[in-house]
């Protein structure tokens, strides 16, 4: 067997430990042959789109998340650089997000029917060669919902495989034929494996020899990723990955890209001891070669796809649930601009429950930095239907907190958070901390705000769980800034950059921008030159305008540093076109005005002394390793 071409003898490796000793990782790309012909993730999530959102304006969904994803640069790179002609691609919707939007807006499971078709599907040459492996003493570990796997072992063996062999982590279709506990739903999987999935699945890997990944992303971040983060460094120590990364090039070859565009899976696994060697080509091929290396039967010739291929289930939507679907939707995303273009339809604002119309709007009038009009809004009516007192509450004091009336804000918010039931407390944590932070940053009353900051802290120490993750990282992540400043320290930039990321593969694009914000903020040094701030403080801001998000897009002015990028015109122009209260409008102009005048007069100065052109850096040069891109 010719091996020369893959790296450290791989074949040869897998071949002198035998198929019991490996074990098969496998995603969505080896159902896709023929006659299984099911979707992988990207088409089943266009198929979703299709099936459970409508046009607005006759554009169809799926392509204005995939515009608004490539306006704030969220792209992917490919795994190998062999291929020149591959380059940058959109990063797809994810699939849980978006399903999961449709199945609480139907309710009932209603939504996951579309899933049936992987109960239904043939199995093809590779789910043959997998239940082979099986049959052989391996085992097989995969993300998949279909039981092609089984059916195969059936029609092979004559009877079903042993379950402890074959694990879906995210469960399948045949153990589960109403959905109800299939990983499908970002509220499924975001609070990561139950204790005892992650003993099995590490106990797999620290018993396996070898381990083949196949037809697989690696972009499991909320259950999979978390579970190899907490391995300790050593744990996988002589375990062999094989990646086999697919590609139409019909020449194998080992991967030639740069280490971190490796999915975190791989990176985690070679963290924690694991020898990982990426292969690409196309994935029939490699497998073959790997099922020939392990003694198994040669893979079969391709099959012909079945007449009309894969059945489907109709799964029957109403156009009022399916306009309720894409407004919630487009408020999942974060996709400001398209919520405000929703409302404006009136046929939108019928077919939604009250309720959900009332807090789009709240959203959408909150990022116009309307904020004296949104908590009219909420002040008119004491009682909305579908609305509980705390959320009333919270939406209040946050407008308060955001026009700079800070301890009344604070006040009020304390004084409902003291009153609110068990389960609604969290909300009115986080927007309770917010107004202590930035009470913080006034000169003046520092020492006031550091005093209520160390009670806060006390009061909320046994603070419980909320259901909600999302709320969850809010409330922890106003903790961390709170505890750093009473203790008169600055933040650590790492973990704004942690929910960054939560919120990316979560999908929420306005959620990552806010984050992104705070990364700049918390990680600024005076060191940084001014061409690196205007492109970062730009490209924000830019981003923020690209979804609709005025008061996104113009709070990038308030950003530390902010005068070395900003013009007192463009500051003064941001200022009138947000409802900040008086007061704080003109504190904040005022600041700005004598921080940049002072940087004016310096600037001169120097250049009277140096004749150096103004912007010219003097101690750094790019900025840090995060800058925009």
Not at 224 to 241: I, W
Not at 311 to 339: C, K, M, Q, S, Y
Not at 416 to 433: F, I, K, M, N, W
Not at 592 to 611: W, Y
Request: glycine content about 8%.
């Amino acid at each position: 067997m010719d091996d020369s071409r893959v790296p450290d003898g791989t074949y040869a490796r897998l071949a002198a430990l035998g198929p019991a000793a490996v074990t098969f990782w496998s995603g969505a790309g080896v159902s896709r042959d023929a006659p299984s012909a099911l979707p992988a993730a990207a088409a089943l999530t266009q198929r979703v789109f299709g099936t459970f959102f409508t046009s607005c304006d006759n554009r169809d969904p799926y392509s204005v998340v995939m515009d608004h994803h490539a306006a704030v640069g969220w792209t992917a790179e490919p795994l190998c650089d062999r291929l020149p002609d591959v380059g940058p691609s959109v990063r797809l919707p994810r699939l849980e997000a978006v399903l999961g939007v449709a199945d609480r807006v139907l309710g009932g499971n209603r939504a996951l029917r579309i899933l049936d078709v992987m109960g239904t599907a043939p199995p093809n040459r590779l789910h043959r060669l997998f239940a082979r492996h099986l049959a052989a003493g391996g085992t097989h570990v995969t993300a998949n919902f279909d039981d092609c796997v089984e059916r195969a072992h059936v029609k092979i063996c004559g009877t079903a495989p042993d379950p402890r062999r074959l694990l879906h982590f995210h469960d399948s279709v045949r153990d589960d034929p109403g959905h109800a506990s299939l990983g499908a739903t970002l509220a499924r999987i975001e609070a990561g494996f139950p204790a005892s999935r992650a003993a099995e699945l590490t106990g797999v890997l620290a018993a396996s020899p070898a381990v083949v990944v196949t037809g697989y992303s690696g972009s499991d971040f909320f259950d999979v990723d978390p579970m190899l983060a907490r391995l300790e460094p050593g744990t996988l120590a002589g375990l062999l990955v094989v990646w086999v990364n697919h590609e139409t090039a019909r020449v194998e070859h080992p991967a030639t890209h740069p280490s971190t565009r490796r999915p975190a899976m791989a990176r985690l696994l070679e963290r924690a001891g694991a020898e990982v060697v990426v292969l690409c080509g196309d994935t029939a091929d490699v497998m073959a070669r790997l099922g020939h290396a392990l003694g198994l039967p040669p893979l079969e010739p391709l099959e012909p796809a079945e007449p009309g291929g894969p059945v489907w289930t109709d799964v029957p939507v109403t156009p009022r649930e399916r306009i309720a679907a894409t407004l919630a939707l487009h408020r999942a995303l974060g996709l400001v601009g398209e919520v405000g273009a929703l409302l404006d339809d009136e046929s939108v604002r019928t077919a939604c429950a009250a309720a959900d119309v009332r807090r789009a709007r709240s959203e959408w009038l909150w990022e116009q930095g309307r904020w004296r009009d949104l908590r009219g809004l909420w002040w008119s009516e004491p009682r909305p239907d579908g609305v509980s007192a705390a959320e009333r509450a919270e939406r209040i004091g946050a407008c308060l907190w955001v026009e700079g009336r800070l301890l009344p804000a604070y006040l009020w918010l304390r004084h409902h958070r003291c009153r609110a039931r068990p389960d609604e407390v969290s909300r009115l944590v986080e927007t309770e901390g917010r107004s202590l932070e930035h009470l913080a940053r006034v000169p003046g009353v520092r020492w006031l705000a550091r005093l209520l900051i160390r009670r806060f802290l006390r009061e909320t120490a046994d603070l419980g769980a909320s259901g909600d993750i999302g709320l969850r990282r809010k409330v922890d992540d106003v903790r961390s800034s709170l505890t750093a400043l009473a203790a008169g320290g600055p933040r650590q930039g790492d973990r704004a950059e942690e929910d960054r990321v939560w919120y990316v593969e979560s999908g929420s694009v306005l959620g990552s921008l806010n984050y992104r914000h705070r990364l700049l903020r918390d990680t600024y040094d005076p060191a940084f030159d001014d061409a690196y701030l205007d492109r970062a403080y730009r490209s924000v801001a830019e981003r923020y305008a690209s979804i609709g998000s005025v008061s996104g897009e113009l709070r990038t002015h308030l950003l530390p540093g902010a005068e070395r990028v900003f013009t007192f015109g463009e500051y003064v122009t941001a200022l009138r076109r947000l409802q900040y209260g008086p007061v704080h409008r003109t504190r904040l102009a005022a600041r700005f005005a004598i921080v940049r005048s002072a940087r004016v007069l310096r600037g001169r100065s120097r250049r009277n002394r140096t004749g150096s052109p103004p912007g010219t850096p003097d101690r750094t040069g790019n900025g840090p390793a995060h800058e925009a891109r």
